[in-house]
C-alpha cells in the first residue's frame, strides 16, 4: 500500500510526539515510506474523534502499520500520540487493525515490543500472548539493554 506523501507525514508526525526518543524506537521517513512501497504492508490512521476519515485539518491521533506474509500479520508500529491517549482511541484502532488482519484471512498476528511498554496492557486487553523473548534486544540511548518481547494472537476459527 503506498501511502501519499500527506498520510507519511500525519504517521511521522504521531511517531515524534509518542515515541520516547531514549529507546530508538522510532523509524525515519525514509523506513516508513520504503515499508509502505512494498505490497505486503498496510497503514491505519486514526483522527481524535475515532474517525479514519480525516480532514486535511484535523490532527491526526495515532496510527498503525503492520506487514502480511501468507496467513500471518505483524504489527510494525502502533502509536498515539500522548494527548489522544486514555480515550479509547488505541483500543478503537487495534480492534480495527485486528478486524482488517481477520477479514483478510490471516490466522495470526505477531508483534515485537521493549519490556516494560505501557501498551502492553492494551495488547492482553485484546488476547496477544508472551511467546518469546529476545534478551537484551534494544539498546537505549544511554546504552543500556532492554528485552524484546514477541506476542502472538491467533484466531481461533
Known amino acids: 500500500m503506498i ?7 500525519r504517521i511521522m508526525s504521531v511517531m515524534e510526539r509518542a515515541f520516547p526518543p531514549e529507546f530508538g ?3 525515519n521517513r525514509r523506513q516508513v515510506g520504503d515499508a509502505l512501497t512494498v505490497g505486503n504492508c498496510r ?16 490532527d491526526t491521533a495515532g496510527f498503525f502499520m503492520g506487514r502480511s506474509i501468507l496467513d500471518e500479520e505483524e504489527l510494525l508500529l502502533f502509536a ?9 482511541l488505541g483500543r478503537q484502532l487495534l480492534q480495527r487493525f485486528i478486524n482488517q488482519a481477520r477479514a483478510n484471512g490471516m490466522a495470526r498476528i505477531f508483534l515485537e515490543m521493549r519490556r516494560d511498554n505501557p501498551a502492553s496492557y492494551l495488547y492482553a486487553a ?12 534494544y539498546r537505549t540511548a544511554a546504552g543500556s539493554r532492554i528485552d524484546a518481547i514477541s506476542q502472538e494472537l491467533v484466531f481461533d476459527d
Open 3 to 9: 501511502a501519499p506523501p500527506d498520510d507519511i507525514d
Open 126 to 137: 485484546h488476547g496477544f500472548r508472551e511467546i518469546g523473548v529476545r534478551p537484551a534486544y
Open 80 to 88: 498515539i500520540a500522548p494527548q489522544y491517549r486514555r480515550q479509547g
Open 43 to 58: 497503514y491505519g490512521l486514526i483522527g481524535p474523534d475515532g474517525s479514519d476519515v480525516l480532514d486535511p485539518n484535523t
Open 25 to 27: 524506537e522510532a523509524w
